[in-house]
């Protein structure tokens, strides 16, 4: 078992910035991926980025070139930092953990963009 502890959500204005951070503890192995999700009121969860312990990334398209994600693996911890938010950005994100065939989640942290 893999247990993950977001923090890092809150209220921003549009064009400020917010940095998410998620650990994890347990059971972990290598090769592992970790990364965040969202979901916005009415909306499917979606891949906002995503980092492997090769250090590998993938981005969603909506947040390329202002999200940044980073990991570091003597804590199992990653980050989402994110700049110049907009009011689209809006929705709890998930932390997100995968080894082998498992897959875990956060409880999810609330970002909110708004004037």
């Known amino acids: 078992q893999v247990q993950l502890v977001e923090s890092g959500g809150g209220l921003v204005q549009p064009g400020g910035s917010l940095r998410l951070s998620c650990a994890a503890s347990?059971?972990?192995?290598?090769?592992?991926?970790m990364g965040w999700y969202r979901q916005a009121p009415g909306k499917e969860r979606e891949l906002v980025a995503i980092?492997?312990?090769?250090?590998?990334?993938k981005y969603a398209d909506s947040v390329k070139g202002r999200f940044t994600i980073s990991r570091d693996s003597t804590k199992n911890t990653v980050y989402l930092q994110m700049n110049s938010l907009k009011p689209e950005d809006t929705a709890v994100y998930f932390c997100?953990?995968?080894?082998?065939?498992?897959?875990?989640w956060g409880q999810g942290t609330q970002v909110t963009v708004s004037s």
């Open positions: 980092i492997g312990s090769d250090g590998s990334r």
């Open positions: 347990g059971s972990i192995f290598t090769p592992n991926t």
């Open positions: 997100n953990f995968r080894q082998t065939y498992n897959t875990y």
